[in-house]
């Protein structure tokens, strides 16, 4: 099983430019949900979605948008990147989004911002 | 949010046990605690979870304490490669928002050889 695949799993942008990173699982799952991490702390929520057509924002959502067109993928948008925003990215992804299910996390996309 | 308290840092010694405790005073009857783990340059791994009683499965064991305010992870035997951020976390069980995992900074575990 491929499970949670992220694409890429390297970029660098400059500062202003836009780019979307790819989420995408094979386990017909419905929840699915966007985190980064910055250098020694822990993950921190951007963005979530409960099924397609949905989303909802977490914790830090400023600067990113997000979509939910088909259950299989969920792609997170920079619309004007930032130094800020310089940090390795999760997808995660679960059958629901209650507590009674684990999150399966992809590998992540460490992005760099010029 | 529920919030758990976990120490920064421990050591182990390889193919020892090892007893990652978690704090979580504030617990809900509806919050499950799970524990995830992060491997260097790696994502978050799912390593178990529960809601009342103990649990065990090929990775670790967890244990709950009756009154559900604490939890401790068990490593059996603790190997290099369990080196690792170990993350407790507690996940409402009524979904949506309630549903996302707020993750701490998590214990930092060194296994020495």
């Known amino acids: 099983n491929a499970g949670v695949t992220q694409t890429p799993k390297f970029q660098v942008l400059k500062t202003g430019q836009s780019m979307t990173l790819q989420c995408a699982q094979d386990?017909?799952?419905?929840?699915m949900s966007w985190y980064r991490q910055d250098p020694g702390m822990g993950l921190r929520l951007i963005h979530y979605?409960?099924?397609?057509?949905?989303?909802d924002q977490g914790e830090v959502p400023n600067g990113y948008n997000v979509s939910r067109s088909t259950t299989e993928d969920f792609p997170l948008r920079l619309l004007s990147a930032a130094p800020s925003q310089t940090s390795v990215y999760f997808c995660?992804?679960?059958?629901?989004?209650?507590?009674?299910?684990?999150?399966?996390f992809g590998s992540g996309t460490q992005l760099s911002v010029l | 949010d529920a919030k758990t308290t976990q120490p920064n840092s421990m050591e182990s010694n390889e193919e020892e046990p090892v007893h990652l405790p978690c704090n979580h005073s504030?617990?809900?009857?509806?919050?499950?605690i799970h524990w995830y783990r992060q491997l260097p340059s790696q994502g978050p791994e799912y390593v178990i979870h529960?809601?009342?009683s103990n649990v065990n499965n090929r990775m670790a064991s967890l244990a709950i304490a009756e009154d559900r305010k604490s939890s401790t992870l068990i490593l059996h035997r603790a190997t290099l490669r369990d080196a690792a951020v170990y993350y407790c976390?507690?996940?409402?069980?009524?979904?949506?928002?309630?549903?996302?995992?707020?993750f701490g900074k998590g214990t930092k575990l060194s296994v020495k050889p």
């Open positions: 979605s409960v099924g397609a057509g949905i989303t």
């Open positions: 976390i507690l996940r409402r069980n009524y979904g949506g928002s309630q549903g996302n995992l707020i």
């Open positions: 504030t617990i809900s009857g509806t919050d499950y």
């Open positions: 995660a992804s679960s059958t629901t989004g209650t507590g009674l299910e684990k999150l399966f």
């Open positions: 529960g809601l009342t």
């Open positions: 386990m017909n799952h419905e929840y």
